[in-house]
């Protein structure tokens, strides 16, 4: 069986809900449980309801709706991404998976199609992390890896409290804040935020897993002395300590792996100023890979590097981890279902590792998970020029439809 | 004909002075046109008085104190430095300048001593420059190279405005901001910021100029892609590029000549997120040597270096000159009347260049001038450390009076 998601509904659909929150840059300002939040939430929420779904809303605010399978009683298919977005971030990061799935409902009601197993669709509560930290909260609470009673006491920059905002917003449900049940699989459709399938011509990427990475910081700390009266000699000069760890870990990934990827992404310095040799800079680092040796060996080389650059300047280097994911290798046969279903549709797609971490990962923590990527023209994400075209959305729409469908019947 | 400072006296002055605006860490905390500054302008005011000068205040705040000659039409003799502070900075830096020429009047005054010339001596206003910019406010107006009303219109980081701040502390006088006459020579004491003279164990810096300089800002401009989903290939990663021209900056003294000195001591980063690699860096450089021709040399070089960091990177590279100084070469006569205090007076001397611009450069822009260093611990400044023995800081005293003292009656 194969199905064909209406297009223009689709569309008419992923632009309804990219002018909630909408910026006039033509990219979407939707912070995690912001008055916008809200706002596709209630739309959200009545386009789940308006699909005959069953609405269930958990403590944290992830939003779920169900369609019963013909079987009630077997494990249901989840598919679902976020809502929220990144400050000034773009329409498709997160909502194009949301769309995607209530859609397909759509679909499935239309043609009356009966699934046998129940399929769930969800709209996991602040994935961008961008307002309260971490990232993906609401799956990672539903995974077991996050405690609820924390996070729920996080603060914004504002002061604003997580839990507060979700009473305000009228998000916060009775639901228990974990699976209700044992599921069947897991589907999320995202957008690539990076440029393979477009290097490679393709429209889609087949997931098979998310890299591993190591996260951390690296802080040199030498004098601040006055730039003119300091002889070269004298110097210890923490920012050249900081320039030799920056080099080295541009230059790290060539001799690691071909899928290894680093960078400093941010400095802090002190004293910051044009007259005086900077005493303190922190830099921070991050190395991935599909490889979790590889992540490994990556992080060993940065705290290498780290001392012999601190050495050479003679200054004093301290450095501490601040996150460390394994890599997933997502189930045989939900990426299997994912590859049938573009063969079938007889897309341009590839195999992809995702070099960033999504809800997939914490959903992967329950129950055999996929994912599906669209295409992201120039790789740019997280900006307002973030774009996908309607035709590559609607692939990717229908890939997640096909596969989803296979997985609720198989 | 030598004199011979009041130790005691000299050093309970450097205490007073030190104690207004003292902060808990045992430096000084007073910044231009702050309470502070009135409360040890006021100070400094009534020590005048009682030294029976008679004083000046100028409209940008410039204290003059003046002890007639026995030829009252002779060009005076100018000695003085700066009495406001960095943000917890030092004890030392400006003062010891200010005390010491004090006390050379007050010696005069105890031994009944007359010189040939007039003796004058001035605390300008705003040497630092850490609360309105530019440094060298008050001396570089006077000596032609600044303008006043656009000087006084100049706001601190709270939107005060430097001409209200003057008005409000009572110090803005009536004098006009110019040399009220020709002066015989000029004599600036002041610690040396740097480590050269302890390093060969002397006392005292017999300063025969100041170094030429070239300050600038180079910005990077790449594209602010997500750290995990960008190829390596892919990337355009400003402080990659930023880091390279760094590298470059430390290395470049030793192919420049023995006296250049360099570094990048301040860095704007953007987005400055672990998770997105830097787009925008700007990193700004400072060269100096005593001979302009190898400044010139270094800036060029900086230049190359940074188009050469940009190229290879793929990312844009601007850049911008922000100061440009050419050295001074000192008067003979200054030189050699503060070398010949320091052989009568015996102190272990040697000449230096001074690496840092002082009130000095202003001051030789309108007569013959001269400085004097006092040896500064780990050559230490523009901190709570900053530290001079009360033995050098005296030597340092006596060597300002006996060169000035020559110089009033040569």
């Known amino acids: 069986m ?11 659909s992923m632009k309804k809900q990219s002018k909630i929150g909408g910026t006039n840059g033509g990219g979407l300002h939707r912070l995690a449980l912001s008055d916008a939040d809200k706002q596709v939430r209630d739309w959200f929420l009545k386009s789940m309801k308006n699909a005959c779904l069953e609405v269930r809303i958990d403590k944290f605010g992830n939003m779920f709706g169900r369609r019963e399978g013909t079987d009630s009683t077997a494990d249901p298919v989840l598919i679902g991404s976020h809502l929220d977005s990144q ?20 679909t499935l009601n239309d043609k009356n199609i009966k699934t046998n197993r129940p399929i769930e ?27 609820i009673s924390e996070e729920l006491r996080k603060e914004d920059e504002n002061g604003k409290i997580l839990e507060e905002e979700l009473e305000r917003i009228g998000y916060k449900g009775e639901e228990p804040v974990r699976p209700s049940e044992n599921y069947h699989a897991a589907i999320e459709l995202h957008i690539e935020q990076g440029p393979q399938l477009e290097n ?63 960078s400093v992404g941010s400095i802090n310095i002190e004293p910051n100023s044009i007259n005086t040799i900077p005493k303190k800079v922190t830099a921070t680092w991050g190395i991935r890979d599909p490889n979790d040796e590889i992540v490994t060996q990556g992080r060993t080389r940065v705290i290498e590097e780290a001392e012999a650059a601190a050495k050479r300047e003679g200054v004093q280097v301290e450095w501490e981890d601040r996150a460390r994911s394994s890599s997933i290798r997502f189930a045989d046969r939900t990426v299997q279902a994912v590859e049938q279903a573009v063969e079938e549709l007889g897309y341009d797609a590839q195999t992809i590792y995702s070099g960033a971490v999504h809800d997939a990962a914490n959903m992967a923590n329950v129950c055999d998970t996929g994912m ?12 307002e020029k973030e774009y996908t075209s309607w035709d590559d959305c609607y692939k990717a729409a229908n890939t997640l439809a096909n596969s989803s469908l296979y997985l609720a019947n198989n």
Do not use: C
Not at 126 to 143: V, Y
């Open 200 to 262: 490679n011509g393709k429209s889609i990427g087949i997931v098979t897993g998310i890299v591993g990475l190591s996260w951390g910081a690296v802080t040199f700390d030498g004098e601040a002395e006055h730039t003119g009266t300091t002889p070269m000699e004298n110097r210890k000069d923490a920012l050249v300590a900081a320039a030799d760890l920056i080099t080295a870990i541009r230059r790290l990934p060539g001799s690691l792996g071909s899928h290894t990827v680093g």
């Open 2 to 12: 194969q199905v064909s998601l209406n297009k223009q509904r689709f569309i008419d």
């Open 372 to 383: 599906i990527f669209a295409v992201s023209e120039d790789g740019k994400s997280h900006t």
């Open 121 to 147: 669709i969800v709209n996991w509560t602040n994935e961008e992390g961008s307002r309260f930290q971490p990232t993906m909260q609401g799956s990672g609470i539903w995974a077991g890896k996050l405690n």
């Open 87 to 106: 400050p000034n971030g773009g329409i498709y990061d997160g909502a194009l998976g949301i769309v995607a799935a209530l859609e397909f409902i759509r």
